[in-house]
């Protein structure tokens, strides 16, 4: 959307990213009311998507704010067809530019790892976003399936992204345990929630080798559901 754009989207976007900079519990309904008033074009929407999925990486205290105006757009006439499957749809490249970024690290050149390490912080800034996504059924429990076997993967291959993966998957839990062992139980899987989801953080908190205390006292409080929420 930013490429290439003229003055118009330049400056929609300029405002848009003011905006958001601003939103707080306080203000919440005005702010979003100053951006849906913005709106015009269908390309605004897009644009504001991705910008919604930006600001989650660097201000991952605001997610679930972010998260409400993609919920909200979701709700209105002119974009209730549109949001779920842009959302789906980033949400697929994140995890296809992932795969592909994660093969054959140790073969890749310099800039070609400076661009993986930069990718693998955004891909980890939007867990929590998703978490709350999800938590507006903006998302499917499919896909957050695959990106929780993503986080699998790379917290037991280790390498200096493993703790900060590490509280990546724990937030993610407590920000969507109760919602997904929810939706297992529906299924009439409540075994297959604990399989995947509370088995793994058990065997991370008895794994002194491999992780700090903190790091294992995390695992374990998240395990035994502590601080999940409602």
């Known amino acids: 959307y930013k490429a ?13 990213n003011s905006l958001l900079n601003k939103i707080s ?25 991705e910008q919604l999925f930006e600001k989650a990486i660097s201000q991952k205290s605001y997610c679930k704010y972010y998260a409400k105006i ?11 067809k549109i949001v779920k499957p842009a959302i789906v749809e980033y949400c697929q490249n994140l995890y296809k530019e992932n795969s592909m970024l994660s093969s ?5 050149t310099y800039d070609e790892l400076c661009d993986y390490f930069k990718y693998k912080n955004r891909f980890i800034g939007n867990f929590q976003f998703i978490g709350e996504l999800y938590r507006h059924s903006l998302l499917d429990i499919t896909m957050i399936e695959d990106f929780w076997n993503i986080l699998l993967k790379d917290i037991q291959a280790g390498g200096e992204n493993k703790d ?3 509280e990546c ?5 407590s920000t969507i345990g109760n919602y ?22 058990e065997e991370f908190s008895r794994d002194k080798e491999n992780f ?18 409602d």
């Open 180 to 201: 997904l062992e929810k939706e297992y139980k529906k299924r009439g899987d409540d075994t297959l929630f604990n399989e995947l989801y509370i088995q793994p953080l």
């Open 4 to 16: 290439g754009k003229g003055k118009r989207e330049a400056d929609f976007g300029k405002t848009l």
């Open 104 to 108: 054959d690290v140790e073969d890749k």
């Open 70 to 80: 993609a919920a909200n757009l979701d709700k209105t006439e002119d974009y209730k």
């Open 212 to 229: 700090s205390n903190r790091i294992r006292f995390m695992f374990m409080d998240c395990s035994e559901r502590k601080r999940w929420e």
């Open 164 to 166: 900060s993966n590490s």
């Open 169 to 173: 998957i724990c937030k993610l839990l």
């Open 25 to 49: 519990g306080d203000n919440f309904d005005k702010i979003q009311g100053k951006i849906f008033d913005m709106l015009g074009k269908t390309e605004d929407l897009y644009c504001t998507l």
